[in-house]
């Protein structure tokens, strides 16, 4: 009688299919926070704050200020290329 009973919900002396389930839903969930997680630390790296002063400005200095976020320049070399875009231009060489 205990056997039928269980026989009749499901139960067939294997595996419950509800942990296979239960075991599926939690991979699933766990690459989602991982996919989430990561995500967000790249963000927060491609956002990192420039050097006090700096101003991101547009175009050049915009791209200037980006590379030194990615650690691509160090400081000194920022703040040498910032004022060689800052000079005003020069008359034109061609005439």
């Not at 299919?17 to 989602?32: E, R």
């Not at 990561?38 to 050049?60: I, K, M, N, Y």
């Not at 791209?63 to 160090?74: F, K, P, S, T, V």
Request: glycine residues 10%; aromatic residues 12%.
């Amino acid at each position: 009688m205990f056997h039928r009973h269980f026989h009749h919900v499901g139960w067939s002396g294997t595996w419950w299919p509800g942990f296979w389930l239960f075991l599926i839903g939690f991979v699933v969930l766990a690459a989602l926070l991982t996919v989430l997680i990561v995500l967000v630390a790249r963000r927060r790296e491609a956002h990192r704050a420039v050097p006090a002063g700096a101003d991101r400005g547009t175009g050049p200095q915009r791209i200037l200020a980006e590379r030194y976020a990615r650690g691509e320049l160090d400081e000194e070399e920022y703040r040498r290329r910032l004022e060689i875009l800052r000079e005003p231009p020069g008359p034109d060489p061609s005439g």
